[in-house]
């Protein structure tokens, strides 16, 4: 079973490997624009990013947990109280409750910062997780930069 701790600094590789990872295996066939999906990867990818900037990107959500397993990170969500930015779990532990123990600790985290509600552009893959975590969608599907998303939401507090 994973827990769940905030972000450190030492966390900046490991976590954007595991981003364009898990981005790659699960999400990187929902485009319009296949050019989207690379510029999506290559903006977390420990090759092509000093750990300096990674870190500054990370810093931009005021909210980041990490999900552990065995000293591994597994999982991570982020984002500001009113929107989420990244939320994922590595394939070989999905279906385990990482994903829902990353969402419950996000949203107590935005109800103490008096978020009313939670936004996501989710993947087109997590819809039906979100669904289940009581989001609901907001509109069709949307061309983000040319990656397709499915925007929606779910009222906390
Ligand atoms: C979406 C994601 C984070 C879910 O993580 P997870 O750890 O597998 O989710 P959990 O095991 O906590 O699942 C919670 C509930 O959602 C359900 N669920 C999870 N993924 C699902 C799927 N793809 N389809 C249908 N139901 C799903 C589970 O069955 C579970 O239901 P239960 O509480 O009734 O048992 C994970 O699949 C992932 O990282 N996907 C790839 C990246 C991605 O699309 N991220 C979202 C970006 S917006």
């Excluded at 595991?18 to 295996?25: P, R, V």
């Excluded at 009313?116 to 061309?143: H, Q």
């Excluded at 990656?147 to 906390?156: F, G, S, Y």
């Amino acid at each position: 079973m994973s827990k769940l701790r905030k972000f450190q600094r030492r966390d900046t590789v490991p976590a954007a490997l595991l981003i364009a990872d898990t981005y790659t295996q699960f999400n990187s066939g929902e485009y319009f624009n296949k050019k989207a999906v690379q510029q999506y990867i290559d903006y977390y990818d420990p090759e092509k990013n000093s750990t300096t900037d990674l870190l500054e990107k990370f810093k931009k959500t005021q909210i980041f947990f990490v999900a552990i397993d065995r000293n591994k990170i597994i999982g991570l969500i982020r984002g500001n109280p009113g929107k989420i930015v990244n939320l994922f779990v590595d394939g070989k532990y999905h279906h385990n409750g990482t994903g829902k123990k990353l969402m419950e600790r996000f949203q107590a985290e935005a109800k103490k910062i008096n978020s009313k509600e939670i936004k996501i552009k989710s993947s087109l893959y997590a819809v039906p997780f979100y669904k289940k975590m009581g989001f609901k969608k907001t509109t069709g599907m949307r061309n983000f930069h040319g990656l397709k998303i499915w925007p929606m939401r779910k009222k906390v507090g």
